[in-house]
């Protein structure tokens, strides 16, 4: 990991009263541009060629004479031929002298690479830099390990297809599109076998596939993205705050269930099969009963992450779940960082942001309001890593 003076002296070396907010420009980064541009920041986007336009165009950002947003939210676009290339010494200077604040995402581990994030990026990381390697699956200690140590329910592992005897879901990377799912399910070791060795002909996971699989036990219910914070700079409210609630629509998942049970089977006799890559997201919320188990939730994983990744988590953390009949949550993933889904809430907030903050509050303009507070209370190093 960096020497966190080396990223202090890069702090020390910024003029805060003209801070901006960076990404990747992908994943989440329309929602940290909104929140950045609510409250009062400029916004830099970090495109790659060929995949810029929707930053670099559509939602490029137009101000008066004044300096004032009449449309958009991205300001400025650092344009390069593939993301990995934000950690050359060159792009990284870059954001230097705009004193660019990162705020990471999905896209920036996927792209970039852990390995580079955690030795090699010297920008202030607005949030737990030492915890985004638990998202790499598979991992000795990724986010099963703490959840395991916090106490937190999770679906039962499967070790071996021969041990499957009840409807269990594979977790596997796509092999064509790298960062997608390649998941299937199945209720039996036969199953197991029939299903793989589709996808294996059709292209869809590799052949040794099951070298970094994950099967764990399919929990039958809906499924709930919990958007959380955590505010180190909180003084006299709670420290931990639900932000909001969305769910994925996931193709071709999301038409398969739309047919008859008849014609999903007749699909499976012919070997095509749903696939699980992520498209899109809607807003929710949960019934009130809900609330306090999703509050516990997230107690257990912040101190867990506290006591595990000191100084553990700071700002966005997303719980992603699933709820069973008992109206029991398994959580089965985590994001140590903003989450995939925080999109929809971006401009108009979510109700339970809303309701908290009194104004339209998405993950994005909660980051940027920490950011500002920080640096009206000189607090800017205890939000950074």
Request: hydrophobic share 35%.
């Amino acid at each position: 990991m960096i020497d966190r003076e080396k990223v202090l002296a890069t702090l020390e070396g910024y003029d805060l009263s003209d801070a901006r907010i960076g990404m990747v420009a992908s994943h989440s980064a329309l929602d940290t541009c909104d929140g950045a541009v609510s409250e009062g920041f400029r916004t830099l986007a970090v495109c790659q060629r060929g995949r810029d336009r929707t930053f670099a165009n559509y939602f490029r950002a137009q101000r008066d004479a004044g300096g004032n947003l009449v449309r958009g939210l991205v300001d400025d676009v650092a344009m390069v031929d593939h993301f990995r290339e934000l950690i050359d010494p060159g792009m990284q200077s870059h954001l230097k002298e705009r004193n660019t604040l990162f705020i990471p995402n999905r896209s920036f581990v996927s792209y970039c690479g852990i390995d580079a994030v955690e030795e090699d990026f010297t920008l202030p990381i607005v949030g737990s830099r030492n915890m985004l390697r638990s998202e790499e699956r598979g991992d000795e200690k990724d986010y099963y390990w703490i959840l395991e140590k916090a106490g937190l329910p999770y679906p039962k592992k499967v070790d071996r297809p021969e041990d499957i005897d009840s409807l269990t879901i594979v977790k596997v990377h796509h092999k064509v599109k790298k960062l997608e799912r390649g998941f299937f399910t199945a209720s039996s070791p036969e199953q197991f076998e029939q299903k793989s060795q589709e996808l294996i002909s059709q292209g869809v996971i590799e052949e040794d596939f099951l070298q970094s699989a994950r099967m764990e036990q399919y929990i039958i219910g809906p499924v709930f993205n919990l958007d959380f914070f955590h505010s180190p700079l909180e003084e006299k409210g709670e420290r931990i705050e639900l932000l909001g609630v969305d769910w994925r629509f996931e193709s071709s998942l999301d038409g398969y269930v739309r047919l008859p049970a008849g014609q999903q089977a007749n699909l499976e006799k012919d070997g095509v099969l749903p696939e699980y890559t992520v498209c899109g997201h809607n807003s929710a919320t949960l019934r009130e009963s809900l609330l306090e188990k999703a509050f516990e939730l997230a107690e257990l994983y912040v101190k867990a992450a506290q006591k595990h990744y000191a100084p553990g988590v700071i700002g966005p953390f997303c719980l992603q779940t699933c709820v069973d009949k008992d109206l029991n949550f398994y959580i089965y993933d985590v994001a140590p960082r903003i989450g995939g889904g925080t999109n929809v809430h971006m401009a108009v907030g979510h109700p339970y942001g809303n309701a908290l903050w009194r104004t339209e509050m998405s993950t994005g303009r909660r980051l940027a309001m920490e950011i500002r507070r920080a640096i009206e209370q000189e607090r800017v190093e205890e939000i950074v890593t």
